[in-house]
Antibody, heavy 116, light 106 residues
């Protein structure tokens, strides 16, 4: 069974940094498309970033230059390093895995609150 | 990129058929997915590749595609199906999401 468990969210001041983790089981992170998606309170969903083939990465314009996606094959874990955080980055952050059959699995999400 | 448009709400009585549409130019070339989101729970994909149903998803959930519109159909909707439903699809190395549809079953 595929499972994704996010962690690392919390309350952070504007300008601060956080690293989110997404621990995977039931499949291999490095062999699949892995994405981060966020949902601001009461709002819709926004794609944030994707990594595949180990080193191909893409970012939404809203986070480019501030966020970095990466993976650790030895830990089978996906990360999102978030720097220079802003109030508008406040959201629940989900990780998602896309398998070769194009079926996606989603984690339960972790809340990031950027506020002074 | 492109946009995906869904109705903001759909309401049916238990046992009726609920239909949720999702429209966007990109759907003519890219597969659509649908997920169900209940408050405080992880999103659950109910349809992928326009019409494929993951194992464990009830047969009353089905998907179809025609041109630039995809449709999620819940035949004989149950009270437990009340949730937000989002369509989404791949664009150029990113995902595009619809605005979500709140399904009320009462």
């Amino acid at each position: 069974e595929v499972q994704l468990v996010e962690s690392g969210g919390g309350l952070i001041q504007p300008g601060g940094s956080l690293r989110l983790s997404c621990a995977a089981s039931g499949f291999i992170v490095s062999s699949n498309y892995m994405s981060w998606v966020r949902q601001a309170p009461g709002k819709g969903l926004e794609w944030v970033s994707v990594i595949y083939s180990g080193d191909s990465t893409y970012y939404a314009d809203s986070v480019k230059g501030r966020f970095t996606i990466s993976s650790d094959n030895s830990k089978n874990t996906l990360y999102l390093q978030m720097n220079s955080l802003r109030a508008e980055d406040t959201a629940v952050y989900y990780c998602a895995a896309t398998t070769v059959t194009l079926l996606d699995y989603w984690g339960q999400g972790t809340l990031v609150t950027v506020s002074s | 990129s492109y946009e995906l448009t869904q109705p903001s709400s759909v309401s049916v009585s238990p046992g009726q058929t609920a239909t949720i549409t999702c429209s966007g130019d990109g759907l003519a070339k890219k597969y659509a997915r649908w997920f169900q989101q209940k408050p405080g729970q992880a999103p659950v994909v109910v349809i992928y590749k326009d019409s494929e149903r993951p194992s464990g998803i009830p047969e009353r959930f089905s998907g179809s595609s025609s041109g630039t519109t995809v449709t999620l159909t819940i035949s004989g909707a149950q009270v437990e199906d009340e949730a937000d439903y989002y369509c989404y699809s791949a664009a150029d190395n990113n995902w595009v999401f619809g605005g979500g549809t709140k399904l009320t079953v009462l």
